[in-house]
């Protein structure tokens, strides 16, 4: 038996590069894994790992209230809600956008919060408490040039977190996030041809302290912004 067994858990992200290495690593512990996907992508990426334990539910919207409050009905019981969806942006701050702004508030800030809102109502009802991971960034943890746009939403993202936790720990729903580094990804890449990969954390690494954060064996850890850097 795998210490998720039984445990019901969603990965939003979960046809990226992460959220599979995340979903996979669940599905071997015998986890009942649901993903909302929108689009096509989510559902390819996913494809190698089918099985009667992972759901893969179409066209949900995480930056929409209706739609993520639909899925989150769906599901049957909840231990444990991954949010990896997001965004990046990255470039001079006097270049940017106001659309990358909006975009950058949409896909890390407005999903996240609905995601951990509808996680929250749906853990309340159970006994046993759950676990919420987010996704913050090291530019939270570290000031970093040509990503405030991104490092802005992402600091939202981790104040949730800490708030959260402290909110919701004495219900033994435990809060905490993530702060990735640059981690070795294809798209990474290929965007940057060249770079010490070897020094990059992978994505099966930060997955596997992601599993941690999300599983009954973390009974101490909440409200807390864990970095995740590689070697770098």
Same mark, same amino acid.
Request: glycine share 10%.
């Given at each position: ?21 995340? +979903? %996979? %690593? ?13 689009? +096509? ?8 790992? /089918?099985?009667?334990?992972? /759901? ?71 006994? +046993? ?25 992402? #600091? ?8 959260? #936790? ?67």
């Amino acid at each position: 038996m795998g210490h998720f067994d039984g445990r019901t858990v969603v990965v939003t992200g979960g046809g990226g590069a992460l959220g599979v290495a995340v +979903t %996979r %690593r669940l599905l071997d512990e015998g986890a009942r894994v649901h993903v909302p996907a929108y689009g +096509t992508s989510d559902p390819a990426q996913l494809e190698p790992l /089918h099985c009667d334990n992972l /759901h893969v539910a179409t066209e949900v919207n995480l930056a929409d209230e209706g739609s993520v409050k639909s899925f989150y009905d769906s599901v049957p019981s909840l231990w444990a809600s991954i949010h990896l969806v997001g965004g990046f942006t990255f470039g001079a701050f006097e270049d940017a956008a106001f659309s990358d702004f909006e975009k950058m508030v949409s896909m890390n800030i407005r999903s996240t919060w609905l995601c951990c809102r509808a996680a929250v109502r749906k853990m309340s009802g159970e006994e +046993t408490g759950g676990r919420i991971v987010n996704v913050a960034a090291r530019p939270v943890l570290e000031a970093t040039a040509e990503v405030a746009t991104y490092a802005m939403t992402k #600091g939202a993202v981790a104040t949730l977190t800490r708030c959260l #936790g402290v909110e919701l720990a004495p219900k033994n729903i435990l809060v905490n996030a993530i702060a990735p580094s640059l981690m070795d990804t294809p798209a990474n890449r290929e965007s940057m041809p060249g770079a010490e990969y070897a020094k990059w954390p992978k994505v099966d690494e930060v997955a596997a302290t992601i599993r941690f954060l999300a599983s009954a064996e973390n009974t101490l850890t909440w409200g807390e912004v864990v970095p995740v850097y590689g070697r770098a």
